[in-house]
């Protein structure tokens, strides 16, 4: 019995307790990914600097945006270049990446203007 502890002692000491707790082995998982994120499933392939880049677009393009119409953030990524608000349930084409529909927040001054040329 005094050598089996003994055993599992020097187990833990040299790390190989992953085996013995399965929770240990999922933060050394995560941690393998902690500078590139969710590019980390390609592993060393494609260079730092691909992964890099390409980690920055992809929390771009899954965050949640501000919508033009109702200023509120739930505007979701649908496809490419197509987002939808799910607060005004308004659906607009923007970006590949990002809404970036800046000229949709002066559209209701553009009409605003039209509606009063045309009443002069």
Not at 21 to 28: E, F, Q, R, Y
């Given at each position: ?61 899954r965050s949640k945006h501000k919508c033009p119409f ?51």
């Amino acid at each position: 019995m005094l050598d089996i502890s003994k055993a599992i002692i020097k187990l833990l000491v040299d790390g190989i307790n992953i085996f013995l707790n399965p929770k240990l082995a999922v933060n050394i998982l995560t941690m393998a990914t902690k500078k590139v994120g969710s590019t980390g499933r390609w592993g060393a392939r494609y260079g730092l600097k691909i992964r890099k880049s390409v980690l920055k677009i992809e929390q771009i393009q899954r965050s949640k945006h501000k919508c033009p119409f109702c200023e509120k953030l739930t505007v979701k990524r649908l496809a490419v270049g197509i987002w939808f608000c799910k607060a005004c349930e308004s659906k607009f084409a923007g970006r590949a990446y990002e809404p970036g529909v800046d000229h949709a927040a002066t559209l209701p001054m553009l009409v605003e203007e039209s509606i009063a040329v045309e009443e002069q």
